[in-house]
């Protein structure tokens, strides 16, 4: 079993990675960090604390930072694609669960500093939380098992610019903190999350069988295909968060390559994933996968849990 600590702004994409971790025996998710991103870290803190009550974890949960390592105010948030909420404005967040006390970066490095088993950190949001961990705990690098992110591209355009994905571009400083350090990281970037597609028969085929938490997810998925359906002619969505959690899973469902990463901090590219390939590298990204596998896998650990 693999202890985890999950670092999210739900976001759409970040509760179904939620909930298929949740569905995991393989998984024993020791705590949650919120950070902004698809949302405020207000709204991302409180739709983590509903999710929490909503998917029946027991995980604590950390509020992250407000403002990017720099320093800097966040960008605005994508309203368009996960709602003002963060979950698409189809239902109250309401939930009387609280954070812990701790702030996010300091909750990674007492976990990992005092767990047994290595932690592998799971980051599925823009890596500010983590890049403080590393800057303010200095054995931190050390005591992780892993670092496992979705974000980035190699040879997939960007989805906020034409070069960057949304996770590094939202602090391109912090990523390049994480990729400095000297823990093995995994990128599971848009090369592979952009193929593996939910249909809306995939969806329908899920949702139908888990009764009113089946309705949510259904929901929330339904204003997230929409704002898909805009500029494509099939009512389908990638898969991004969920994937990065399949990889924690079942990593032998990807290829991958060895090398080293890095991020493009100024001018036009700000944002934009490097790669250098080599075998003796620090970095894995993943560049394919099984996406029928993948979806099957996603859907039967869902439904076997929940349903």
Not at 67 to 81: Q, R, T
Not at 102 to 111: F, P
Not at 150 to 178: C, H, K, Q, R
Request: proline content about 4%.
């Amino acid at each position: 079993m693999k202890d985890v600590f999950l670092d999210t702004d739900p976001g759409i994409d970040d509760a179904m990675a939620l909930i298929y971790l949740a569905s995991c025996p393989s998984v024993n998710i020791r705590a949650i960090s919120t950070v902004m991103g698809n949302a405020s870290l207000d709204n991302c803190t409180a739709n983590a604390l509903f999710l929490k009550e909503k998917f029946r974890l027991t995980a604590p949960i950390y509020r992250g930072a407000s403002l990017c390592i720099n320093g800097k105010e966040p960008h605005s948030f994508p309203d368009h694609v996960h709602g003002k909420n963060g979950l698409g404005d189809v239902v109250p967040i309401n939930t009387e669960l609280c954070c812990e006390s701790h702030s996010a970066h300091r909750a990674m490095a007492n976990l990992a500093l005092q767990s047994p088993s290595k932690i592998t950190l799971l980051a599925i949001g823009q890596l500010t939380n983590v890049a403080l961990a590393i800057l303010a705990h200095v054995n931190f690098s050390k005591d992780l098992n892993e670092i496992i992110l979705m974000g980035g591209s190699l040879n997939f355009p960007g989805n906020v610019t034409a070069w960057a994905e949304a996770n590094i571009y939202g602090d391109p400083e912090a990523a390049d903190i994480v990729l400095r350090s000297e823990v093995p990281i995994t990128m599971v970037g848009l090369d592979v999350t952009m193929k593996t597609r939910i249909s809306q028969k995939f969806l329908k085929d899920l949702t139908s069988g888990l009764g009113d938490l089946g309705g949510f997810l259904d929901q929330i998925n339904g204003f997230y295909a929409n704002h898909y359906a805009k500029h494509t002619e099939n009512y389908d969505f990638p898969m991004h968060d969920s994937l990065a959690a399949i990889f924690l899973t079942n990593p032998e469902l990807f290829i991958t390559r060895r090398g080293w990463l890095s991020v493009v901090k100024h001018g036009n590219e700000r944002g934009k994933t490097l790669f250098r390939a080599d075998e003796k590298g620090p970095h894995t990204v993943c560049v394919d996968v099984d996406v029928t596998n993948a979806l099957d896998l996603f859907r039967q650990k869902i439904l076997d849990k929940y349903s």
